[in-house]
């Protein structure tokens, strides 16, 4: 089974709005990361949080990691059409090499 | 150009035949990853490489097999086809395994 589940799988916003996305993940991890993708490439990576470090900012994407309950949010600010994509959780699980990600949150903003 | 290649990027073949996808990245980077995309499932890890000489499995590496001889390369190869490999393979990239990862943009693989 997969290490990472986000929720919620499809969010659909305005322009303006802000889009919440969550990622709750099994066992003990090093670091959280974030990607992005765009229909048909590759994920680019937006931000990593260390699993000593709560909150963590780049631009208008805010990420927030509570190891107690083994969940992470991905808040971005005054969203764009250019924001439409999928984005994807992924964590380094302690004393493995494997990055396993999440199901990913389809996000559609509309202009 | 620096960066990470996959090819083919579309690929169609019948069940029971090998197929082999390329895997090429021009930073050095220690790490190689290939993950599958499939709808409902998100991105699944099958086969990791710390280094050359070097892979281990991930999370579904029935039916692939790697190899790594040289840093740069990480070709992944379906030693006889099945319908269900039919997806969407992604090859990645990373200096370290808690760096971010750099991805290549996909072979588009369908197994008739």
């Known amino acids: 089974s997969q290490q990472g589940e986000e929720d919620p799988q499809a969010l659909s916003i305005q322009e303006g709005e802000n889009a919440t996305m969550n990622c709750s993940y099994k066992?003990?991890?090093?670091?959280l990361q974030w990607y992005r993708q765009n229909s048909g490439r590759g994920l680019v990576h937006l931000i990593l949080?260390?699993?000593?470090?709560r909150e963590k900012h780049s631009g208008r994407l805010r990420v927030t990691l509570d190891t107690s309950k083994k969940s992470s949010s991905l808040l971005i600010t005054a969203s764009r059409a250019a924001d439409t994509a999928s984005y994807f959780c992924a964590t380094v699980q302690i004393n493995t090499d494997k990055l396993i990600f999440g199901t990913g949150t389809r996000l559609q903003v509309f202009p | 150009d620096a960066g990470i290649t996959q090819s083919p990027r579309y690929k169609i073949t019948e069940t029971g035949r090998q197929v082999t996808l390329m895997c090429h990245q021009t930073w050095s980077h220690s790490y190689m990853f290939w993950y599958r995309q499939d709808l409902g499932h998100g991105l699944r890890l099958i086969y990791y490489s710390a280094a050359a000489d070097i892979t281990d499995k991930g999370e579904v590496p029935d039916g692939y097999v790697v190899s790594r001889s040289k840093t740069e390369n990480f070709p992944l190869t379906l030693e006889s086809a099945t319908r269900s490999q039919t997806s969407v393979y992604f090859c990645?990239?990373?200096?370290?395994?808690?760096?971010?990862?750099?991805f290549g943009n996909g072979t588009r693989l369908t197994v008739t």
């Open positions: 949080i260390r699993s000593n470090e």
């Open positions: 990645a990239s990373s200096d370290q395994i808690n760096s971010p990862l750099h």
């Open positions: 066992t003990s991890i090093n670091n």
